[in-house]
């Protein structure tokens, strides 16, 4: 069975008394999860820690990093690598999110580079993939999805790829309050599964597929009632502490 995972992204917001008081929240909530289901918390670097600490009481509330660098250590100022999110208990990272594929240049290659070394330290990625505006509007959104799985994952044997979470965010939905309709996000995520199967048969139903693009809690249910979405990726709602309680406990 493959796991349900709800992930925060809260990018490069919250203050630390806001992070703090997040957190308090999101750890005296009931929340609806357990080994298959899941919530993990991608904060800002300087927050990792504290999130580690305030959530340790839950072994289902998982922290993640925002990005790591594709290099064990070294000469690379400003850089986090794997081996220090390592070190302090970080066991996800999410890698490709469109903010750095756009503003910092990422290619599917750098991600591929990335992918490996976070794998090397037993660090489960939560790779984003997904299609700006006039692709969709091309139509070619299928094919464009599949080329960033190839060049960044298909390298991979079938045992390393079944560790990868994947997140299917189409760009023209990320913090426009567009959400792509649960036939959309549908229809993608079973191109993606698809797309996996034929390169890695039966492992391709144990990839968690989780969607991301303005997620609220009023459209949570039903979306992540549709087969081949196993949860959500959530930026501007995970900063709201109700509203993101009710999408992890949807
Ligand atoms: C994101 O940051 O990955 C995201 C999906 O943001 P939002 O939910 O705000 O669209």
Known sequence: MRKKVIAANW???G??????????????????VNENKIAVFAVPAPYLM????????????QVAAQNCYSKK???YTGEISVEILKSIG??????????????FGESNAFLAEKVNISLEYGITPIFCCGEPLEIREAETQNAFVAK??????????????SKIIIAYEPIWAIG??????????????????????AKYGDVANEIPILYGGSVKA?????????????????????????EFIKIINA
């Open 90 to 103: 970080i066991n996800y990272v999410v890698l490709g999110h469109s903010e750095r594929r756009e503003y």
């Open 73 to 75: 250590s070294g000469a």
């Open 218 to 242: 009023s459209s949570a249910v039903a979306l992540f009632a549709e087969p081949d979405v196993d949860g959500g990726l959530v930026g501007g709602a995970s900063l709201v502490a109700d």
């Open 176 to 197: 426009t309050g567009k959400t792509a309709s649960n036939e959309q996000a549908q229809e993608m995520h079973l191109s993606i599964r698809a797309v996996l199967a």
């Open 15 to 32: 203050t630390l008394e806001q992070a703090n008081s997040l957190l308090d929240a999101f750890a005296a909530a009931p929340l609806n």
């Open 148 to 161: 960033q799985l190839e060049e960044s994952l298909f390298h991979l044997s079938a045992e390393e790829i």
């Open 50 to 61: 504290l999130a580690k600490e305030k959530l340790s009481g839950n072994p289902y509330l």
């Open 11 to 13: 990018k490069m917001n």
